[in-house]
């Protein structure tokens, strides 16, 4: 389903509701000076230099897909990204009906030159090659790394470390995906390493590797649309100097600040890791193996 820049206001209003509800609570919860700091802001009425005064504008690719938007439909506030976008919002003092989104590629989010949206958010990892053209919050999302099998497989029914290390696996070479699986799992023979994503997974259709470790919005792609019979066993513990997500803005953007500001606070209060547990961990199936 395709959802366009052109959704009316009170679709908005109805469909972003619920999560800043959800969102007014964990910051009462959590910290209720920063509740109150948000909810009296005024930059939803322009304090803030946006594209359009009084409106926070919000890019993301079209289709976007579960469990970071659910439905192709960013408005609603379901799905990770979809809740933590209208989180920032609410930080910085924008209700619902004051957020519109536009859709635009990966490939225009990150290219260097002026944006149609204040932030974007789409999975884009942070990097210093990615920063001399743009402008990052800090992360949003930390990566963890998943292991990956097919109905088939013996790693099918695992439920712990213990039980992989006796398995075969699988990754990419010189990836961090790689390092967390030999680490985590200590797997009684190597990890076995191919040159790509392409490899690691037809290595496991072939049989020749039991299970494969690859990043988790990697792992939350391929079980549901490109393994047959994929099965997502669960999350690795988190390594050392993981993928970071941020939000996306123009090279020198006078909102990177303030973007940054409350995304530190939405991590700060206990936020972040709520709604990484509703979106990621329990929607998606995707528990931290130990």
């Not at 049989?207 to 919005?217: N, R």
Request: charged share 20%.
């Amino acid at each position: 389903m395709r959802i366009s820049h052109a959704a009316t206001r009170s679709a908005r209003t109805l469909a972003g509701a619920a999560v800043l509800a959800l969102g007014a609570t964990m910051l009462v919860a959590c910290a209720p000076e920063e509740a109150d700091d948000a909810a009296e802001g005024d930059a939803g009425d322009g304090a803030l230099p946006t594209l359009t005064d009084g409106v926070l504008t919000i890019g993301t690719s079209d289709p976007a897909y579960e469990p970071w938007m659910v439905d192709n439909d960013p408005t609603n506030g379901e799905g990770y990204e979809s809740a933590v976008a209208y989180a920032v919002a609410a930080e910085l003092g924008f209700a619902a009906e004051d957020v519109e989104w536009v859709r635009v590629s990966f490939d225009q989010i990150i290219a260097p030159g002026e944006k149609s949206f204040d932030f974007a958010i789409n999975q884009v990892s942070i990097s210093d090659e990615r920063r001399e053209n743009l402008d990052f919050s800090s992360s949003y999302y930390d990566t963890a790394q998943a292991v990956v099998t097919i109905g088939s497989s013996p790693a099918a029914d695992a439920t712990s470390l213990a039980e992989l290390a006796e398995l075969r696996i699988g990754a990419m070479v010189g990836t961090t995906s790689a390092t967390v699986a030999a680490e985590s799992i200590a797997p009684s023979t190597d990890v076995q390493l191919f040159n790509d994503n392409d490899q690691v997974k037809q290595a496991l259709t072939s049989g020749l590797v039991d299970a494969i470790v690859v990043d988790l919005p990697t792992a939350l792609y391929i079980t549901a649309a490109e393994l047959e019979d994929g099965v997502l066993v669960g999350q690795l513990p988190a390594g050392e100097n993981p993928d970071q997500f941020g939000l996306v803005l123009d090279k020198g953007s006078a909102l990177t600040a303030a973007v940054s500001a409350a995304v530190d606070a939405l991590r700060e209060n206990g936020t972040l890791a709520d709604l990484e547990a509703q979106w990621l961990t329990d929607a998606a199936g995707a528990p931290v193996l130990d």
